[in-house]
């Protein structure tokens, strides 16, 4: 039974904003106020001077991709089939794959843009002395999230390459997370790298999802206030038919002391 004086919840999520500065293709929310809320019912003869204080309901209308804030992408963001199977829509991802033991890698030293090789993830694993065992959900402390609000937010973090997606996957990790704006390295980046002739620069560990099933989740926040290990990660995605991603509020509940 959950006991919650025996949890410390953490909320480990970037908000969907209006216009927000750090997502190149924002969310346009318009919200609809109290008083806005009475014109709902004028098409019934219902006045304004009708409700409680002459006002209505207040509600919000969103316009985004499912790319935007917080989010865990499915294996069909990846490509259409992986494993000889068709790849799974956010809908069709199990939700246990969704709960589970989270792990902290410490990445947060990397420099601007760097990628994060397998021998990063093989270190920072020995650093906490620890074992990744199937199921866990690993998450990069990268600290970028430091960055939300900021223009610059979406193009300086270091990004999981290819190999260390794979060594992670191959350990049973079915889940991997980042606080950064991406899980590879910025567009910016790969786009240059890739005009240059180098093609396996294009969202490298990204399409890793087409050999190995998988999903990882992008803009977490606050990994610094999380143990390296020995809390549970949460994070249900919202349920869009068919969509290659799908928006969470990830939490972590830590044990208190």
Request: net charge neutral; with cysteine; glycine share 6%.
């Given at each position: 039974m959950?006991q919650?004086?025996?949890f410390?919840?953490i909320d480990?999520?970037?908000?969907?904003?209006?216009r927000?500065?750090?997502e190149?293709?924002?969310?346009?929310?318009r919200?609809?106020?109290?008083?806005?809320?009475?014109?709902?019912?004028?098409p019934?003869?219902v006045?304004?001077?009708?409700?409680?204080?002459?006002?209505?309901?207040?509600?919000?209308?969103l316009?985004?991709i499912?790319?935007?804030?917080?989010h865990?992408?499915?294996?069909?963001?990846?490509g259409p089939?992986?494993e000889?199977k068709?790849?799974?829509?956010?809908?069709?991802?199990p939700?246990?794959?969704?709960?589970g033991?989270?792990?902290?890698?410490?990445?947060?030293y990397?420099?601007?843009?760097?990628?994060?090789?397998?021998?990063d993830?093989?270190?920072?694993?020995?650093?906490?002395n620890?074992q990744?065992?199937?199921?866990?959900?690993v998450?990069?402390?990268?600290?970028?999230?430091?960055?939300w609000?900021?223009?610059?937010?979406?193009?300086?973090?270091?990004?999981?390459?290819?190999?260390a997606?794979?060594?992670?996957?191959?350990?049973?990790?079915?889940?991997?997370?980042?606080?950064a704006?991406?899980?590879d390295r910025?567009f910016?980046?790969?786009f240059?790298?890739?005009?240059?002739?180098h093609r396996?620069?294009?969202?490298?560990?990204?399409?890793?999802?087409r050999?190995?099933e998988?999903?990882?989740i992008?803009?977490?926040?606050?990994l610094d206030?999380?143990?390296?290990?020995?809390?549970?990660?949460v994070?249900?995605p919202?349920?869009?038919?068919k969509a290659?991603?799908?928006w969470?509020?990830?939490?972590a509940?830590?044990?208190?002391?």
């Amino acid at each position: 039974m959950y006991q919650r004086e025996k949890f410390e919840i953490i909320d480990l999520s970037v908000p969907i904003e209006d216009r927000a500065k750090s997502e190149p293709k924002p969310a346009r929310i318009r919200y609809s106020s109290h008083k806005d809320g009475t014109k709902l019912a004028e098409p019934a003869g219902v006045k304004a001077d009708d409700f409680p204080d002459s006002i209505g309901l207040a509600s919000e209308e969103l316009t985004l991709i499912t790319h935007v804030g917080t989010h865990l992408d499915a294996p069909f963001h990846f490509g259409p089939v992986v494993e000889g199977k068709p790849a799974k829509t956010i809908d069709q991802v199990p939700l246990e794959w969704c709960i589970g033991n989270g792990v902290v890698l410490d990445l947060s030293y990397k420099e601007k843009c760097a990628p994060i090789t397998e021998e990063d993830i093989k270190n920072a694993i020995k650093k906490i002395n620890y074992q990744i065992r199937p199921w866990d959900i690993v998450l990069i402390r990268t600290d970028r999230d430091k960055l939300w609000g900021s223009r610059d937010y979406p193009w300086v973090h270091p990004g999981m390459t290819r190999e260390a997606t794979l060594y992670l996957i191959n350990k049973g990790v079915k889940v991997i997370g980042t606080d950064a704006y991406g899980f590879d390295r910025p567009f910016t980046v790969m786009f240059e790298e890739t005009k240059a002739g180098h093609r396996e620069s294009l969202w490298p560990a990204h399409f890793v999802g087409r050999e190995k099933e998988y999903l990882h989740i992008e803009k977490l926040a606050n990994l610094d206030k999380l143990p390296n290990y020995g809390f549970i990660f949460v994070a249900f995605p919202i349920l869009i038919k068919k969509a290659s991603a799908g928006w969470i509020r990830a939490v972590a509940l830590v044990p208190k002391e």
